[in-house]
């Protein structure tokens, strides 16, 4: 199975800053790549997949990049609303293993 | 617009069985495969299951192959998830999803718990 690593696993951070989460793929998974948003008590939301495209209705201020091995998340300036746990995806072998999760607090 | 609606958890005990269901709407379902991923209680993200379209392409997850079985019914715009030989590391709450590269859509999910 393909391992998922993603760091920090939790990450306090203040309104309008620069968020970065990082997820790294035990081999190359090419651009197969899903990042979540799951907020308490609710299903996962699709904000990013193939590593780089903004589902649609997902506000820009959410973006991804990478490739083979290593990924990057990004929320350019972070909103309250954002605080929630961000789990990436490859889907490039089964199974479709995710990441451990990073939860996203405010300071 | 896009629904899907869990259905069949509850409280049952270790190797025993449930059938869980998925209620689609607002789309085409027979043009879409279809995952089951799980969510043990205050833990990560486990897939568990795809289907295809038309059925006639079926995966699972080691943890549940041989005790598990993914279905659907294209008329009934439903997705089905039979569990059996359940154990108590099966307790989670389940999730069906559109696609079979994770999911653009996911239902509000319903609880398995497996305790005698």
């Known amino acids: 199975d393909i391992q998922m690593t993603q760091s920090p696993s939790s990450l306090s951070a203040s309104v309008g800053d620069r968020v970065t989460i990082t997820c790294q793929a035990s081999?190359?998974?090419?651009?197969?790549l899903n990042w979540y948003q799951q907020k308490p008590g609710k299903a996962p939301k699709l904000l990013i997949y193939?590593?780089?495209n903004l589902e649609t209705g997902v506000p820009s201020r959410f973006s991804g990049s990478g490739s083979g091995t290593d990924f990057t998340f990004t929320i350019s300036s972070l909103q309250p609303e954002d605080i929630a746990t961000y789990y990436c995806?490859?889907?490039?072998?089964?199974?479709?293993?995710f990441g451990q999760g990073t939860k996203l607090e405010i300071k | 617009q896009v629904q899907l609606v869990e259905s069949g958890g509850g409280l049952v005990k270790p190797g025993g069985s449930l059938r869980l269901s998925c209620a689609a709407s607002?789309?085409?379902?027979?043009?879409?495969?279809m995952s089951w991923i799980r969510q043990a209680p205050g833990k990560g993200l486990e897939w568990v299951s795809y289907?295809?379209?038309?059925?006639?392409?079926?995966y699972y997850a080691d943890s549940v192959k041989g005790r598990f079985t993914i279905s659907r019914d294209n008329a009934k715009n439903s997705l089905y998830l039979q569990m059996n030989s359940l154990r108590a590391e099966d307790t989670a709450v389940y999730y069906c999803?559109?696609?079979?590269?994770?999911?653009?859509?996911w239902g509000q999910g319903t609880l398995v718990t497996v305790s005698s």
């Open positions: 081999q190359d998974i090419s651009n197969y």
């Open positions: 193939d590593a780089s």
């Open positions: 999803a559109r696609g079979a590269n994770g999911g653009d859509y």
């Open positions: 995806q490859q889907y490039d072998n089964l199974p479709h293993t």
């Open positions: 289907i295809s379209s038309s059925g006639s392409t079926i």
């Open positions: 607002g789309f085409t379902f027979s043009d879409y495969y």
